[in-house]
């Protein structure tokens, strides 16, 4: 079975730092560029970070360019957001995602599997 599974979310203080991980099981992600996602309550979907095949290229959402980055490990199927300095509003549920094309993207429709994710909340 196919699947991606996200953890190291929770609750953290403003400032504070968590990072988090996404594992594959079934497959292999070096055919994958990956993307992390969050959701807000009551807002849409939006692209934090993505990063290609075999890292060569990252990107990040302007909101959290400087604070996140994201690697990736092959040999350990897994691929990481390390979050610093977070903000209240960097609280959402946070999902991993995967894209057979070789390129980055920030839209949700370019990405074709997803996790279930992992809740971050940022408060004092």
């Known amino acids: 079975q196919l699947q991606l599974v996200e953890s190291g979310g929770g609750l953290v203080r403003p400032g504070g730092s968590l990072r988090l991980s996404c594992v594959a099981s079934g497959f292999t992600l070096d055919y994958y560029t990956i993307g992390w996602f969050r959701q807000a309550p009551g807002k849409e979907r939006e692209g934090v970070s993505c990063?290609?095949?075999?890292?060569?290229?990252?990107n990040y959402a302007d909101s959290v360019a400087g604070r996140f980055f994201i690697s990736r490990d092959n040999a350990k199927n897994t691929v990481s957001l390390q979050m610093n300095s977070l903000k209240p509003e960097d609280t959402a549920v946070y999902y991993c995602?995967?894209?057979?094309?070789?390129?980055?993207?920030?839209?949700?429709?370019?990405?074709?599997?997803w996790g279930q994710g992992t809740q971050v909340t940022v408060s004092s």
């Open positions: 990063i290609t095949r075999r890292g060569a290229s990252t």
């Open positions: 995602a995967t894209t057979p094309d070789y390129f980055c993207s920030s839209s949700v429709s370019h990405f074709t599997s």
